[in-house]
């Protein structure tokens, strides 16, 4: 993987994680668990790592795309 392709890994594990972080944040608000400790907890909580399953997951996108760009360089 180049530079670019780590930028978008690591941008889409922050934005991954800060989705986590929300939906978690919702469900305990949702559930009556708000309390000074849940709170702490969850802004302390830890960002996730990058996973295989992410690398996977944009290393197919970024195939794509290659993909993409060679096609539209062939057809022009």
Same mark, same amino acid.
């Given at each position: ?26 469900? %305990? ?5 708000? +309390?000074? /400790?849940?709170?702490? *907890? #969850? ?6 790592? %990058? ?5 996977? +997951?944009? /290393?197919?996108?970024? *195939? #794509? ?12």
């Amino acid at each position: 993987m180049d530079a670019r392709d780590r930028l978008i890994v690591a941008l889409y594990a922050q934005l991954r994680a800060e989705r986590q972080t929300r939906e978690t944040l919702e469900w %305990v608000i949702r559930n009556g668990g708000l +309390s000074k /400790e849940v709170l702490e *907890a #969850i802004a302390a909580d830890p960002v996730p790592v %990058v996973t295989g399953d992410d690398i996977a +997951s944009v /290393e197919k996108i970024i *195939a #794509i795309d290659e993909r993409r760009k060679r096609k539209l360089q062939n057809d022009n």
